[in-house]
Antibody, heavy 117, light 107 residues
Framework: EVQLVESGGDLVQPGGSLRLSCSAS????????MHWVRQAPGKGLEYVSS????????YYADSVKDRFIISRDNSKNTLYLQVSSLRAEDTAAYYC??????????WGPGTRVTVSS | DIQMTQSPSSLSASVGDRVTITCRAS??????LGWYQQKPGKAPKRLIY???SLQSGVPSRFSGSGSGTEFTLTISSLQPEDFATYYC?????????FGQGTKVDIK
């Protein structure tokens, strides 16, 4: 059974940083592109970032470009999202997902980031 | 960026009703589209991939159609557990984009 579990969410002040993690099991992690999406309270889903299976290609939404960095450690079956220069509008539940040639078929339960002073 | 226009934004329906939700892409995306169901406080759940392929374990009352720029999710006979919010996602071109969502609630 595929399982994705996010961690690292917290309450952080504006301008602060966090590293979100997504631990994967039940799949050949190094074969799958991985993704982050988020959902602000009461809002819809928003695409954040993607990384190729070997980590060689990364993609970002315009809203997070130059502030967020996606990475992965295939030896640890773990996906990361370094989030920096945080703003109030980054407050959201962050979900990691995996895909294999199509839209992501699996998502984790999410980790919550709150940006507030 | 590719824009996904989803309609309606909300609808009220009764158990047994046929429900149709539409997503329109601002440019052609072949069949690179998924449909997701989300319930409050939960992760999205994929219902349809490649525009018309039913995810394993998803009831057959859900179906998807379309290609290019026009896509449809149909629920043939709405069940109590189907009251939720539905999203389309285009994965043809980065950055990927979601539709705005359609909230289906009880009439």
């Amino acid at each position: 059974e595929v399982q994705l579990v996010e961690s690292g969410g917290d309450l952080v002040q504006p301008g602060g940083s966090l590293r979100l993690s997504c631990s994967a099991s039940g799949l050949p992690f190094s074969n799958h592109p991985m993704h982050w999406v988020r959902q602000a309270p009461g809002k819809g889903l928003e695409y954040v970032s993607s990384i190729s299976d070997n980590g060689g290609s990364t993609y970002y939404a315009d809203s997070v470009k130059d502030r967020f960095i996606i990475s992965r450690d295939n030896s640890k079956n773990t996906l990361y999202l370094q989030v920096s220069s945080l703003r109030a509008e980054d407050t959201a539940a962050y979900y990691c997902g995996c895909s294999g040639g199509s839209s992501p078929g699996y998502w984790g339960p999410g980790t919550r980031v709150t940006v507030s002073s | 960026d590719i824009q996904m226009t989803q309609s309606p934004s909300s609808l009220s329906a009764s158990v047994g009703d046929r429900v149709t939700i539409t997503c329109r892409a601002s440019q052609g995306i072949r069949n690179d589209l998924g449909w997701y169901q989300q319930k409050p406080g939960k992760a999205p759940k994929r219902l349809i991939y490649a525009a018309s392929s039913l995810q394993s374990g998803v009831p057959s009352r859900f179906s998807g159609s379309g290609s290019g720029t026009e896509f449809t999710l149909t629920i043939s006979s709405l069940q109590p557990e189907d009251f939720a919010t539905y999203y389309c996602l285009q994965h043809n071109t980065y950055p990927w984009t979601f539709g705005q969502g359609t909230k289906v609630d009880i009439k």
